[in-house]
């Protein structure tokens, strides 16, 4: 004989509707989870759109300056300005002339430094 209704265990019972909740809740978390990740997505496109914009601008600042740059090294420029300024030319008797020394000397300096630093006490 079948038992009845009444006498089965509470947990039995409350099965199913543990089921339906845990269904109920992964799906609900799943299409949270979904429009959580969206948005995600809007904010990070947003946030590369102001930074190419800011990248071009700068780039376009930076084309400005190097422009500004190659004028103001212009002799015309520079001439100008010494004539602005009321800068007159020194006389060759105070300019000295260096000269620019060579390769092999350049190479042997720090081979030379450290045979110093080694030699010493």
């Known amino acids: 004989m079948a038992k009845n209704r009444k006498y089965r265990s509470a947990a039995l019972r409350f099965g199913p509707a ?10 609900a978390g799943s299409g949270i989870g979904y429009v959580w990740q969206k948005n995600q997505l809007y904010e990070l496109g947003k946030q590369i759109k102001q930074r190419e914009m ?19 090294r212009s002799p015309v420029f520079l001439k100008a300005r010494i004539k602005d300024l009321g800068l007159i030319e020194p ?26 630093i080694a030699s010493s006490p």
């Open 18 to 27: 543990l089921k339906a909740f845990l269904l109920c809740l992964f799906i």
């Open 54 to 72: 800011r990248l071009t601008a700068l780039n376009g600042q930076n084309e400005k300056l190097k422009q500004q740059l190659a004028t103001m």
């Open 91 to 116: 006389p060759t008797t105070q300019i000295w002339r260096l000269p620019e020394p060579s390769r092999e000397s350049q190479e042997q300096l720090p081979v030379q430094a450290e045979t110093r």
